[in-house]
Every structure is written in structure tokens, then in C-alpha cells.
């Protein structure tokens, strides 16, 4: 097996993508014939080569550079993608049929949507909030239903368990209900931006302006996005529905940790209940101890103090015996503070 | 009238001029091997639980403005920020401007510090390296910089020490959190702090990472990446980047009861212009910071609003209040290369006027 380095393949690779480039420019001509290449009709040839050159050359990066280039290739991906569709979807116009690209854009955008990593912003809570018409009955129902059926106090000897489970369930559904909602609103959001691009688009059309490139309607798509975005974000409905979702995933999992907690402490390990109550006192220990070195740093500013003046005024040698004894006497209480022991020293 | 003019063989093209740019950055990438972040010398001056106070060198004999500046970061994201690269440091551009600069580094928090309050970071870990620098300078008062959050501790200790400091510099430092146009804002009106706090001990850096990132996610998780491709053959434009990605999700856990505190007295409650906050047993009321301020802001800053940060001006007690807006966002008015020419020469002017 030959031994060949990523930048062969890498050549290789765009050399392929030249030849489908040219086969292209071929199909555009009135008189064109068919090519042995006709998978470059197919929009996922090219990402489909993307992957393939990605899966070469990730071996020889490092791993934080193969994260990063993994986000640039996923997005050259779904850029490469929708630029083949959308050139698909136009190229349906040159058989005589006026394109219709309205529709063909907003195959596009959904398309693009999908390859945001922004995860509610998908495809799945776009179905979802169809489906919520059909299904939604049946699902309050069985949620109210699930909701008695939860509330029922257990009994015997695991009724403590049995209670704690049962909140647990109901917590759960609780945090479903509001990922559901926060999903729902960016469905609307994703469809909402679909309608903002079409109308931009048409107003560039109506002052005759155009896009050239492929890059141009993605900007656009983007500027479009953030403002439907930006709308809906700033409403009340989405600030509850925000709140909801953080305060029903919180108090779920802050309900596991309680759940977990005898199993933990049967086990013979910290729980996470004994690991707070250290945690309080080591911090109350902490701001004790930050009060009385503050303390001690004062009291031996005022010691430095009246050690500095008492060096200032030195004892008298001669003189009367009780004059020495006061001089003595004088000496002694300016004298450096003794050292205490272990408790008082160590800190 | 169809609005697109985009031929088959021109999409081709584009695309692969696309991936042979990727490429091209890729191979740059590869050849990255070390990220390092903080290119101005320093010290280590102090060091206290997970803090850490460094002092910058300067090539400098003498520094022109002898009251030395202490830059108070926010500690939602790490410092290095101010001193990412070479020709991306506005700690650079301070100590070039004559400063003697100091900076907080707050560290990490991990699960034993999660019972730290705002109390314990402004009036304990700040109010000791300010008398760290004092003595070390034989000084009454120094200057404080205070950067986003570190501007709202900057103001808090100016309001309740007044006395140790001179003079104060406010950078993108949000006031009132009540402002129409503070959507971060907006968002945790109904959060829960109480059971978050409980249920995480310290709020996880992700976290906030997801807030901020969910502020603008089409340009933030998309487009920005699309837009690199164009820069990644340029080395140093690539290493840049790379640079900022890595800042942008370094993020340290923050301390539970902080964060508890934070939110809801100053984003629930807008306690700062209500004059509510206590630290330390002591009301803040901004009418006590009658120090002279500079009020830095970001004219396009989506995640503290102008309107946040210019509301300093009717509040706080000063006399001798300026404001300079940077025409940049909340992450431009450290690193762009605008910002290197006008931000530290701006404030070592401002400060040499009153030293």
C-alpha cells in the first residue's frame, strides 16, 4: 500500500471537483449531452466529497484543531448542499417552466435551518408544533391522567421512595411540557424566517436589485433570521416560556440529587447534602478568620506604632531607683508581643 | 422578476473557492500548536485562595503616572482578554502609555467556593489587593479599572471605599439592568435563582455560555464560522480566531451564592440605581462615588445595551464624569485593532489630567 500524504488526496479531491465544475457548465448549454458524471445533478456530490477529504486529512490535526475544523466543514456541507439545490431548483426554469423560487428558497432555508447547531431551530420542533393540533387532546388528557396517578400518596414500608420517585416523574413531565413549548416557539420562528427571507427577496426584486452569489443570500438569510429572532426573543410569551424551561430542568434535576441521596449515603459515601453543610461552615470558618486577620493586622499597626515611639524616648541610665524601676517598667509593656502557640500561630 | 442571478456554473465556482479556502485553513490550523494567551510580562504580586494579582513590567524606568491602575475583570469570562495577542492588548497599550498596571485574576471556582458572596470578592479579595498596591506604592488611593462586571464591583467598592481610590474607569460596565434593550436581562426576569443556585451549586460556565451564544445564534454559531473561512489563509487571522474561540468558551464556573446575589439584586431587582445593594453590611449608593469616573461603552454591544452603561450619568455623585463611546461591540473594544489605538491612549490621557 502506497504511502500518500493528505495533500495528494487533497489535489486529487479538487481536481475531481473541476471536472464536476466543467460538467456543469456543460448541462447549462442548450445542446448538452449527457456525462458520465451525472451524480454531480445529485446537491450531495459535493458535500458528499467534502466528507470524504475531511475523513483524509482529520487524522493529521490535533484534536482542538479537528473540533474546530469539523464546525467548518459541517457548515461547508450544508453550504455546498444548499448552493446545488438551489441551482437545481432554478435550473427546472430553463425547460420552459417559469421557476417558482419562492418555493424553491424556502426548500433552501429549511434545509439550512437543519444545519444551525442551535438545536431548537431543527426540523423536529417545526413538526412538532404541526402536530401539537392532532395530538395535543390526547396528550393533555394522558399528561392529566399521569398527573392523578403521580399525586397518589404511596403507602407501606418504600413510601418514602415511592414518593420521591413519583415527584421525580411528575418533574419530568413538567420539564417535557416546557422543552415542547420552548421548541414550539423556535418552529415558529424557523417558518416565520422563511416568509422574512421571501419578502426581502422580493423587495431587492421590486427595486431591481439581485444576488450574485450563493454567500450574498445566505447574509441575507441570516440578517432575516436574527431579526424574526430577535422579535420573538424579546416578548413576554418567550421570557415565560424561557423561565419555565430553566426553572422546570433545574428543579428536576435538584429532585434526582435528592433521589440519589440515600442511595448514595447506603453506599457509605458523601452526600451531596453533607458535602453542602461542609462547604457553609468551611466558608463561615473562612470569613472568621478574614475578620480577625484584619484585626490582628490593625492591632499590629498600633503595636508597630508605640514600638517606633517608644524607641523615640529611650529609659534614663542614672537617676533615683524609682525612676529606673519606671523606665523598666516602661520598656517592658512596649516590648514585642510573645509568639502564641499552635491554635493562636498557625493559620 | 426572479430576484437571483446565480448560474449553475457560477454556484460551482463559488464552492470551490469555498473548499479550497477551507483547505487552505485546515492546513494553516494543523500547524497551530500552542495558543499562547498573555503576551505582556508580569508578576505575581499576591495570591489568595484561587486569586492571583499580577502586576505588569514595563520597559520603563519610570513610569510617567505614578498611581498605578488596578484592572477589576468580570468573573464570567477569564482576563487574558486584555492581553490576548501582541497586537491585542489594551494592557499593552497602558503600560506603553505610562500606567503601572495591575490586574485581578479570579481564578476558577470549584465547589469549595461556592459559598462566596459579593461581600467575600468586593469587599474581601478586592478591598485586600487595593491595600496590597497601597502599601506597596506608599499611597492613599490608587485607580480602578473596572471591566463589565469588574465595573459594577469598581463602583460598588468606590460607593463604600471612597477613600482608597482616586480616580475610576467604567468599561462596557452595565448600571441599570432595567433598560428596554437589555434582553439578557429580559430573559432571567423569571428565572428561578433560588432553585438554579440550589440544584448547581456553582452556575456551570456552559451555562452562560448557551445564554450568550442563544443572544445572537444565527451569527454566533453559523455565520461567524462561515465568515472565517475567507480569513483562515491568512496565518495570523487564523491564529486570531482561533485565539478568541478560545476565550470565548473558557468560561469558570461562578460561585453560587454570588450568582445567587448578582442576579437578583442587580438583574432581578435593579438594586444598583435603586440604591438597595448592601456589601459588607454598607448600602451602596452610587451619589457616594464622588471620584472622578470615565464611562467607557460599546455603541453596538449586544449584551450590555449603551443605554445601561450611560445611565451612570444620572446616578452616580461626581463632579468630574466623562464618557467615550467606542464605535464596536462588547468584544471589539478589547481586541479590534481600533481599540488598540484609542482605548489606552484615551485613558492614560484622562488619568495623567487628574494624578
Not at chain 1, 57 to 81: C, I, M, N, R
Not at chain 1, 166 to 184: H, I, S
Not at chain 1, 264 to 283: A, K, N
Not at chain 2, 237 to 257: H, L, N, Y
Request: hydrophobic fraction near 35%; include cysteine; proline fraction near 4%.
Amino acid at each position: 500500500m502506497t504511502n500518500r500524504d493528505s495533500t495528494d488526496w487533497t489535489e486529487e479531491w479538487l481536481n475531481v471537483q473541476r471536472r464536476y465544475a466543467q460538467d456543469w457548465a456543460r448541462l447549462a448549454t442548450p445542446n448538452r449531452t449527457e456525462t458520465p458524471h451525472s451524480s454531480t445533478s445529485d446537491p450531495d456530490s459535493w458535500s458528499e466529497a467534502l466528507g470524504h477529504w475531511w475523513q483524509l486529512t482529520s487524522a493529521t490535526l490535533s484534536p482542538s484543531a479537528q473540533e474546530f475544523v469539523a464546525k467548518l466543514v459541517k457548515q461547508g456541507q450544508s453550504y455546498s448542499q444548499n448552493a446545488m439545490g438551489l441551482a437545481q431548483a432554478l435550473e427546472s426554469g430553463k425547460a420552459g417552466i417559469p421557476p417558482d423560487w419562492h418555493d424553491a428558497f424556502t426548500q433552501v432555508v429549511e434545509a439550512w435551518n437543519d444545519a444551525i447547531p442551535f438545536a431548537p431551530m431543527s426540523q423536529e420542533g417545526l413538526t412538532g408544533a404541526n402536530l401539537e393540533g392532532t395530538m395535543g387532546d390526547f396528550a393533555k388528557l394522558t399528561s392529566e391522567r399521569l398527573e392523578q396517578l403521580l399525586a397518589v400518596p404511596g403507602v407501606g414500608a418504600g413510601r418514602e421512595t415511592q414518593d420521591r420517585l413519583g415527584e421525580l416523574a411528575r418533574l419530568g413531565m413538567k420539564y417535557q411540557n416546557a422543552w415542547r413549548d420552548y421548541v414550539g416557539v423556535h418552529g415558529e420562528i424557523s417558518k416565520e424566517s422563511a416568509h422574512a427571507l421571501a419578502q426581502a427577496l422580493g423587495d431587492l426584486a421590486a427595486q431591481g436589485e439581485s444576488i450574485e452569489t450563493y454567500r450574498e443570500l445566505y447574509d441575507l438569510w441570516v440578517d432575516c433570521c436574527e431579526r424574526v429572532y430577535a422579535k420573538h426573543v424579546t416578548s413576554d410569551e418567550y421570557v415565560g416560556i424561557f423561565g419555565a424551561l430553566v426553572n422546570s430542568l433545574m428543579a428536576y434535576t435538584l429532585h434526582c440529587k435528592y433521589v440519589a441521596e440515600p442511595v448514595v449515603r447506603g453506599l457509605g459515601l458523601p452526600t451531596r447534602s453533607e458535602m453542602e453543610t461542609l462547604m457553609q461552615r468551611f466558608h463561615t470558618l473562612r470569613c472568621e478568620n478574614d475578620v480577625i486577620r484584619t484585626e490582628l493586622d490593625r492591632l499590629g499597626k498600633i503595636v508597630t506604632g508605640l514600638q517606633a515611639r517608644s524607641c523615640d524616648t529611650k529609659p534614663e541610665t542614672g537617676g533615683t531607683p524609682r525612676k529606673r524601676k519606671a523606665a523598666r517598667k516602661a520598656s517592658l509593656v512596649t516590648r514585642a508581643p510573645r509568639k502564641s502557640g499552635a491554635h493562636g500561630a498557625k493559620r | 422578476m426572479t430576484p437571483f442571478r446565480i448560474t449553475p456554473a457560477q454556484a460551482a465556482e463559488e464552492m470551490l473557492d469555498f473548499h479550497s479556502k477551507l483547505k487552505a485553513g485546515a492546513e494553516h490550523v494543523a500547524n497551530i500548536t500552542d495558543l499562547g494567551v498573555g503576551v505582556t510580562p508580569r508578576d505575581e504580586v499576591y495570591r489568595e485562595n484561587k486569586l492571583v494579582l499580577y502586576r505588569y513590567r514595563s520597559r520603563r524606568k519610570n513610569s510617567i503616572n505614578p498611581v498605578p491602575v488596578l484592572i477589576v475583570y468580570a468573573l464570567v469570562n477569564r482576563p487574558y482578554m486584555t492581553d490576548l495577542q501582541q497586537n491585542r492588548s489594551i494592557i499593552k497599550g497602558l503600560v506603553e502609555a505610562g500606567l503601572v498596571v495591575y490586574l485581578i485574576d479570579w481564578g476558577y471556582p470549584d465547589r469549595a467556593d461556592c459559598g462566596l458572596t459579593l461581600t467575600d470578592y468586593i469587599n474581601g479579595y478586592l478591598d485586600r489587593c487595593v491595600d496590597i498596591i497601597r502599601d506597596g506604592h506608599n499611597l492613599k488611593q490608587i485607580n480602578l479599572l473596572g471591566i463589565c462586571q469588574g465595573g459594577v464591583f469598581g463602583l460598588c467598592y468606590s460607593a463604600i471605599r471612597r477613600s482608597k481610590v482616586k480616580n475610576l474607569i467604567t468599561m462596557v460596565t452595565p448600571v441599570d439592568f432595567h433598560t428596554p434593550d437589555n434582553l439578557l436581562s429580559r430573559w432571567v426576569r423569571q428565572l428561578d435563582v433560588d432553585l438554579l443556585v440550589d440544584a448547581t451549586g456553582n452556575v456551570p460556565g456552559e451555562f452562560l455560555n448557551w445564554i450568550f451564544l442563544s443572544l445572537k445564534p444565527f451569527r454566533l454559531t453559523g455565520q461567524k464560522y462561515v465568515d472565517m473561512v475567507d480569513s483562515l489563509d491568512d496565518r495570523d487571522k487564523a491564529e486570531t480566531f482561533m485565539r478568541m474561540e478560545k476565550w470565548i468558551f473558557d468560561s469558570p464556573d461562578q460561585a453560587g451564592e454570588t450568582f445567587r446575589e448578582f442576579v437578583k439584586e442587580f438583574f432581578q431587582g435593579n438594586g444598583l440605581v435603586a440604591g438597595k445593594i448592601q456589601i459588607g453590611g454598607r448600602r451602596v449608593d452610587l451619589r457616594d462615588v464622588t471620584i472622578p469616573v470615565l464611562n467607557i461603552y460599546a455603541a453596538e454591544d449586544h449584551l450590555v445595551p449603551p443605554s445601561a452603561s450611560k445611565a451612570l450619568k444620572q446616578h452616580v455623585g461626581t463632579d468630574d464624569y466623562s464618557e467615550l463611546e467606542f464605535g464596536g461591540g462588547h468584544i471589539g473594544i478589547y481586541v479590534s485593532a481600533r481599540s488598540q489605538r484609542e482605548v489606552p491612549a484615551a485613558i492614560g490621557n484622562w488619568l495623567d489630567l487628574r494624578t
